[in-house]
C-alpha cells in the first residue's frame, strides 16, 4: 500500500494516523487493581499539603477535579473520593503491554507518555483507507481491554493534530474517525486553545486582537498572524488553522535530559540539610540516567524558593559522565551560588547533553573532585554527610537515632501472611486500614493492624487480568523507574 497525501502538503488522503490516549490512566488502573474502588471518584497523586492530582477517575471530575489541581482543592471538592499516590512502576508496566499491541499495528509508534501514542497504521501495512483504519482502530481497543481490562480511545486521522482532536471527542472509551478533506469544517468554531503550541499567554495574546475561534485565526490570514506571534509561530499556526500538519510519526524520540525533582511539604531552611537532599536528588537522577543508557555533560540545578521564584544554574563538564560521586559534587557547587535565605520548596536535579557512552576522562573528574576539595569539601564529605545523620537527631552525635515508625501510604500494595494480598486504605496513631481483595475478586474485607505487625509486609503489584502476569512480570523484569 502507498500513502495518498492530499493536494496542499501535509495532509493524508486517507485516515491512517491512529492517536491513542487511555482513558484516566492512573486512576482507572486503580480501579482495575480494587474492585471497592469501581464506579467510585479515585484520584491519583501526591497527598502531601502540596501535592497536585496526577488523575482524577471519570467519576471525580464530576465533582470538578481535574489533573495538576492542587490536592488541597481536591479534598474540598470531592471529600469522600479516594485519595491514592502513584505507583508509576505499576503504570510503566500496564504501558508497556499497550505499547507492545501498538507495536504489532506498526513500526512506527510514537509514544508521548505511558498512556498516549500515535501510530502511523500505512507503514504497518493494516490500513489504506477509512474502513480499514477504523477496523485496525476498533480491534486495538478490543486487544487492550482483553490484555488489561482498562479502556482507550482512538482518534484516526490524516494528520497527527487531528488524530490527537479526534481522540478526545472520543472520550472516554470510544473511536471517532475525521475524514480527511473536513478539518477546516472540524476547525473552524473551535477555540484557538485547541492547536498545538497555543497556551494561556497565546491564546490571550489572540483574544485580544479578536481572534477567540480558529476561524477567526484562517479569517485574519497569516501576514496577521505573523506581525502578532513572529514568523515562525504565525506562519506554523494558520496552518494549522487550516487543518495541514505534516509532522511525521517519529518511532523514536532522543531523550535531551534526564531530571528528578522534589516538592516539600514545608519549606526547608537549614543549609546542610538543603545540601543533603540535592546530594540525594543527584543519587537518583544517575540512577535514572543510567537507566536509560545514557550519560551526560551538563549538570543542572533547579531550586524554587518560598516566594515561588525558581533558579536554574548549570556546569558543563569536559566530557560525558554517569559517575554519581562526579554529579553529586556538581550539584553541591551549583548549590553554593544560590541564595537560600528565606527558605526552599521545591529542588531539583538534572542531567543534559546525553550521550549513549560514558567517556571516562579520569583527569577531568579527577579536576572536578579537586576543585571541591579547594573550595573546603574533600571527595568524602557527600558520604559522611548521608551516612551520619545523627548529629541533626535529637539526642545529637553518638547516641542511637530513635526507630522510626513503619510507614504505609494509601494504595500501597501489601501481603498479609494469614489474610493474602491487599492494599493500604490509611494508616495513622500507629494503626494500618488495609483491604484484602484481588483485581478479580469481590470487594474484600477491612481489617486494622498495628504499623509494625510482623506478618504484614510491603508486596508487588498483581496482574490486572487473571493468568497473564502483566504487571508483576514487568516488574521482575525491570518495569522501569517512576516517571
Same mark, same amino acid.
Given at each position: 500500500?502507498s500513502?495518498?497525501?492530499?493536494s496542499?502538503?501535509?495532509?493524508?488522503a486517507?485516515p491512517?494516523?491512529?492517536?491513542?490516549?487511555m482513558?484516566?490512566?492512573?486512576?482507572?488502573?486503580?480501579?482495575?487493581?480494587?474492585?471497592?474502588?469501581r464506579?467510585?471518584?479515585?484520584?491519583?497523586?501526591?497527598?502531601?499539603?502540596?501535592?497536585?492530582?496526577?488523575?482524577a477517575?471519570?467519576?471525580?471530575?464530576?465533582f470538578?477535579v481535574?489533573?495538576?489541581?492542587?490536592?488541597?482543592?481536591?479534598?474540598?471538592l470531592?471529600?469522600?473520593a479516594?485519595?491514592l499516590?502513584?505507583?508509576f512502576?505499576?503504570y510503566?508496566?500496564?504501558?508497556?503491554q499497550?505499547?507492545e499491541?501498538?507495536?504489532?499495528?506498526?513500526?512506527?509508534?510514537?509514544?508521548?507518555s505511558?498512556?498516549?501514542?500515535?501510530?502511523?497504521?500505512?507503514?504497518?501495512?493494516v490500513?489504506?483507507?477509512?474502513a480499514?483504519a477504523r %477496523?485496525? #482502530? +476498533?480491534? !486495538? $481497543?478490543a486487544?487492550?481491554?482483553?490484555?488489561t @481490562?482498562?479502556?482507550g480511545?482512538v =482518534?484516526?486521522?490524516?494528520?497527527?493534530?487531528?488524530?490527537?482532536?479526534?481522540?478526545?471527542?472520543?472520550?472516554?472509551d470510544?473511536?471517532?474517525?475525521i475524514?480527511?478533506?473536513t478539518?477546516?469544517?472540524?476547525l473552524?468554531?473551535?477555540?484557538?486553545?485547541?492547536?498545538?503550541?497555543?497556551g494561556? %499567554?497565546? #491564546? +490571550?495574546? !489572540? $483574544?485580544?486582537?479578536?481572534?477567540?475561534?480558529? @476561524?477567526?485565526?484562517v479569517e485574519a =490570514?497569516?501576514?496577521?498572524?505573523v506581525?502578532l506571534?513572529?514568523?515562525?509561530?504565525g506562519?506554523?499556526?494558520?496552518?494549522m488553522?487550516q487543518?495541514?500538519d505534516?509532522?511525521?510519526?517519529?518511532a523514536?524520540?532522543?531523550?535531551?535530559?534526564v531530571?528528578v525533582e522534589d516538592?516539600f511539604?514545608?519549606d526547608?531552611?537549614d543549609?546542610? $540539610?538543603?545540601?543533603?537532599?540535592?546530594e540525594?536528588?543527584?543519587?537518583?537522577?544517575? =540512577?535514572?540516567?543510567?537507566?536509560?543508557?545514557?550519560?551526560?555533560?551538563?549538570?543542572?540545578?533547579?531550586?524554587?524558593?518560598?516566594d515561588?521564584?525558581?533558579?536554574?544554574?548549570?556546569?558543563t563538564?569536559?566530557?560525558?559522565?554517569?559517575?554519581?560521586v562526579?554529579?553529586?559534587?556538581?550539584?553541591?557547587?551549583?548549590?553554593?551560588a544560590?541564595?537560600t535565605?528565606?527558605?526552599?520548596?521545591l529542588?531539583?536535579?538534572?542531567?543534559? =547533553?546525553?550521550?549513549?557512552?560514558?567517556?571516562?576522562?579520569?583527569f577531568?573528574?579527577f579536576?572536578?573532585v579537586?576543585?571541591?576539595?579547594?573550595?573546603?569539601?574533600?571527595?568524602?564529605?557527600?558520604?559522611?554527610?548521608a551516612?551520619?545523620?545523627?548529629a541533626?537527631?535529637?539526642?545529637?552525635?553518638?547516641?542511637?537515632?530513635?526507630v522510626?515508625?513503619?510507614?504505609?501510604?494509601?494504595?500501597?500494595?501489601?501481603r498479609?501472611a494469614?489474610?493474602g494480598?491487599?492494599?493500604v486504605?490509611?494508616?495513622?496513631?500507629?494503626?494500618?486500614?488495609?483491604?484484602?481483595?484481588?483485581?478479580?475478586?469481590?470487594?474484600?474485607r477491612?481489617?486494622?493492624?498495628?504499623?509494625?505487625?510482623p506478618?504484614?509486609?510491603?508486596?508487588?503489584?498483581l496482574?490486572?487480568?487473571r493468568?497473564?502476569?502483566?504487571?508483576?512480570?514487568?516488574?521482575?523484569?525491570?518495569?522501569?523507574a517512576?516517571?
Amino acid at each position: 500500500m502507498s500513502v495518498a497525501w492530499g493536494s496542499i502538503g501535509g495532509v493524508r488522503a486517507a485516515p491512517t494516523i491512529l492517536h491513542l490516549d487511555m482513558d484516566a490512566f492512573f486512576a482507572a488502573a486503580e480501579q482495575a487493581a480494587k474492585p471497592s474502588l469501581r464506579g467510585k471518584p479515585v484520584v491519583v497523586g501526591g497527598l502531601g499539603p502540596r501535592g497536585v492530582v496526577a488523575t482524577a477517575s471519570y467519576e471525580a471530575r464530576r465533582f470538578g477535579v481535574h489533573s495538576a489541581m492542587p490536592m488541597g482543592q481536591a479534598r474540598r471538592l470531592a471529600p469522600n473520593a479516594a485519595y491514592l499516590v502513584a505507583r508509576f512502576a505499576f503504570y510503566r508496566s500496564i504501558s508497556e503491554q499497550v505499547m507492545e499491541l501498538l507495536g504489532r499495528l506498526s513500526p512506527l509508534v510514537e509514544p508521548l507518555s505511558l498512556d498516549e501514542a500515535f501510530v502511523d497504521l500505512e507503514a504497518g501495512g493494516v490500513a489504506d483507507d477509512s474502513a480499514s483504519a477504523r %477496523a485496525a #482502530g +476498533e480491534r !486495538l $481497543r478490543a486487544d487492550i481491554l482483553a490484555a488489561t @481490562g482498562l479502556t482507550g480511545s482512538v =482518534g484516526l486521522a490524516g494528520s497527527k493534530m487531528i488524530a490527537k482532536i479526534a481522540s478526545e471527542e472520543a472520550k472516554p472509551d470510544g473511536l471517532v474517525l475525521i475524514e480527511p478533506g473536513t478539518e477546516r469544517e472540524l476547525l473552524g468554531p473551535r477555540s484557538v486553545r485547541i492547536l498545538p503550541g497555543v497556551g494561556p %499567554a497565546t #491564546g +490571550e495574546h !489572540l $483574544r485580544r486582537a479578536g481572534m477567540t475561534t480558529v @476561524g477567526d485565526l484562517v479569517e485574519a =490570514g497569516e501576514d496577521e498572524l505573523v506581525r502578532l506571534l513572529g514568523k515562525a509561530h504565525g506562519a506554523s499556526l494558520y496552518r494549522m488553522a487550516q487543518g495541514y500538519d505534516d509532522r511525521p510519526v517519529v518511532a523514536e524520540r532522543d531523550a535531551k535530559s534526564v531530571s528528578v525533582e522534589d516538592t516539600f511539604d514545608v519549606d526547608l531552611h537549614d543549609r546542610v $540539610r538543603i545540601r543533603t537532599e540535592v546530594e540525594r536528588l543527584a543519587e537518583r537522577c544517575v =540512577g535514572r540516567l543510567r537507566a536509560s543508557g545514557h550519560s551526560g555533560r551538563t549538570i543542572v540545578l533547579k531550586v524554587r524558593r518560598y516566594d515561588f521564584s525558581t533558579l536554574t544554574r548549570s556546569e558543563t563538564l569536559r566530557g560525558p559522565t554517569d559517575d554519581p560521586v562526579v554529579v553529586r559534587e556538581a550539584a553541591a557547587r551549583l548549590l553554593e551560588a544560590v541564595d537560600t535565605t528565606g527558605g526552599v520548596r521545591l529542588l531539583g536535579v538534572g542531567v543534559s =547533553g546525553l550521550a549513549d557512552y560514558t567517556q571516562e576522562d579520569l583527569f577531568a573528574q579527577f579536576a572536578e573532585v579537586a576543585e571541591a576539595a579547594a573550595g573546603g569539601r574533600d571527595a568524602g564529605e557527600a558520604e559522611a554527610v548521608a551516612a551520619e545523620p545523627a548529629a541533626s537527631l535529637p539526642g545529637g552525635p553518638g547516641q542511637a537515632a530513635p526507630v522510626e515508625e513503619r510507614r504505609w501510604s494509601p494504595g500501597q500494595d501489601v501481603r498479609h501472611a494469614v489474610h493474602g494480598a491487599g492494599w493500604v486504605q490509611g494508616s495513622g496513631v500507629g494503626r494500618v486500614t488495609v483491604r484484602f481483595e484481588e483485581p478479580w475478586s469481590a470487594p474484600g474485607r477491612v481489617r486494622t493492624f498495628a504499623v509494625d505487625d510482623p506478618d504484614l509486609e510491603p508486596s508487588e503489584p498483581l496482574p490486572l487480568v487473571r493468568g497473564t502476569g502483566g504487571p508483576e512480570r514487568s516488574e521482575a523484569a525491570g518495569g522501569g523507574a517512576a516517571a
